[in-house]
Nanobody, 117 residues
Framework: QVRLVESGGGLVQAGGSLRLSCSAS????????MGWYRQAPGKQRELVAK???????NYADSVKGRFTISRDSAKNTVNLQMNSLKPEDTSVYYC???????????WGQGTQVTVSS
């Protein structure tokens, strides 16, 4: 059984930083992509950043230059360093893992990030 567990959310002032971490567990679990999505109240869930096993990254335009995603494929962990945070970054952030074989998405339970102005 695959399980994704996030940590690192919280409350921060605008301009501050937070680091989110996600650890994936499960036997024979080798996700092709790992990443982070976020969902604000009343809005659709959106991609923040994702990274392949080879280290290729993809970022939402709104976070480019401010957020950095990193991954340890051997440990199945993914981190999101968030700098220069803005109030509009306030959301629940979800860790995501995707396995191409079977096109299966896995999700964490979410962690709240609140940026005060």
């Amino acid at each position: 059984q695959v399980r994704l567990v996030e940590s690192g959310g919280g409350l921060v002032q605008a301009g501050g930083s937070l680091r989110l971490s996600c650890s994936a567990s499960g036997s024979d679990f080798y996700p092709n992509f790992m990443g982070w999505y976020r969902q604000a109240p009343g809005k659709q869930r959106e991609l923040v950043a994702k990274i392949t096993t080879a280290g290729t990254t993809n970022y939402a335009d709104s976070v480019k230059g401010r957020f950095t995603i990193s991954r340890d494929s051997a440990k199945n962990t993914v981190n999101l360093q968030m700098n220069s945070l803005k109030p509009e970054d306030t959301s629940v952030y979800y860790c995501n893992a995707f396995v191409l074989r079977g096109a299966i998405f896995y999700w964490g339970q979410g962690t709240q990030v609140t940026v005060s102005s």
